[in-house]
């Protein structure tokens, strides 16, 4: 379990590396040849810098953005759970927890958010029966669990209806997901995984060719959205982070959120069970640019009210 480590923080990227940082957020399996086209320069210096940035924590992992829709009994939860800074053990107590996919330290009604990835309704049972033991040893003893309906973005990447005849994946396919989802780079292994390796990780192994056809066969059902990083956003001039609960007019939730996933602010959203029925994750440059994209969502009169959660520290958890 990691926190933003100060060496992390006190790194100076160049232009050059933070727009290979943006180049590798918006695909992180574009080859370093393609990379350098992007960014105006080699593909040795791609690599090189590359290597560099795993080794100084900036890149963090490679991730595989999936369309939770797609894959049969997936669900995902939030937490909003209030606890106070004397009370550690709670946050340490949560990142035992296999389900847990990110958690941030808030300010606002609550002060902790995490998001949790199941998937069956067993196991949301059995989720929150643990998250009842965990509240129990806090002395707030507040929470909310929210359940999502939807994911229309993620990343910055949109997820859309999916229009394929062909929605149903196979065992096969689901082991691949499991196996492309979250990968962390070394410094001797500072690339993504290559169709090769992933093949070699199957169970049975799959040659190249045909780890090549299956991950084409996800894209065309739009299971497999697009490929990100997970790196500290401050390094791109992104340090301000808030989650956003929109409460919006009867019947527009899906209209209000194609609008929203049009913004450049919003990396994540997701439609949800509770009254204020969108939650946005959003990444500014200033508490000032936050203001500006608030004033532009109110511009439509269907956006009735807002709940404003800054992220006061954001923990880096490791793959499960």
């Known amino acids: 379990m990691h926190r933003k480590s100060a060496s992390t923080m006190q790194i100076m990227l160049s232009d050059a590396e933070r727009r290979l940082l943006e180049a590798l957020a918006r695909n992180s399996r574009d080859t370093p040849a393609v990379l350098g086209q992007l960014v105006d320069k080699s593909r040795n210096w791609v690599s090189r810098t590359i290597r560099g940035l795993v080794r100084g924590g900036v890149i963090r992992r490679y991730t595989t953005i999936i369309d939770p829709a797609q894959v049969q009994g997936a669900r995902v939860t939030i937490l909003f759970m209030k606890s106070n800074p004397r009370e550690q053990d709670v946050s340490e107590k949560l990142m035992e927890m296999e389900e847990l996919e990110s958690l941030d330290g808030i300010a606002g009604d609550f002060s902790l958010l995490g998001f949790f990835?199941?998937?069956?309704?067993?196991?949301?049972?059995?989720?929150?029966?643990?998250?009842?033991?965990?509240?129990?040893?806090?002395?707030?003893?507040?929470?909310n669990l929210v359940q999502v309906l939807t994911t229309?973005?993620?990343?910055?990447?949109?997820?859309?209806?999916?229009?394929?005849?062909?929605?149903y994946l196979s065992q096969k396919e689901l082991a691949l997901l499991r196996i492309m989802y979250c990968h962390e780079p070394t410094h001797e292994s500072p690339l993504p995984l290559t169709q090769e390796e992933i093949g070699a990780r199957m169970n049975p192994p799959l040659s190249q060719p045909a780890v090549s056809?299956?991950?084409?066969?996800?894209?065309?059902?739009?299971?497999?959205?697009?490929?990100?990083?997970?790196?500290?956003?401050?390094?791109?001039?992104?340090?301000?982070?808030?989650?956003?609960?929109?409460?919006?007019?009867?019947?527009?939730?899906?209209?209000i959120a194609q609008k929203i996933t049009g913004m450049r602010e919003v990396w994540d959203l997701y439609r949800t069970s509770e009254d204020y029925s969108l939650l946005a994750m959003v990444r500014t440059s200033s508490v000032m640019t936050f203001n500006q994209f608030l004033r532009r969502l109110y511009e439509s009169q269907d956006v009735l009210d807002t709940e404003s959660y800054i992220s006061l520290e954001e923990w880096f958890l490791p793959i499960r």
């Open 117 to 143: 990835r199941f998937d069956s309704q067993g196991a949301f049972e059995d989720l929150l029966d643990r998250v009842d033991t965990v509240v129990a040893t806090s002395g707030a003893g507040k929470y």
């Open 152 to 167: 229309y973005m993620k990343n910055r990447f949109r997820i859309l209806p999916n229009e394929s005849s062909e929605s």
């Open 213 to 255: 056809k299956c991950i084409e066969k996800l894209l065309i059902k739009r299971a497999i959205i697009g490929y990100s990083i997970n790196t500290d956003f401050s390094l791109v001039d992104l340090p301000v982070k808030f989650f956003v609960r929109i409460k919006v007019s009867p019947g527009t939730a899906s209209d």
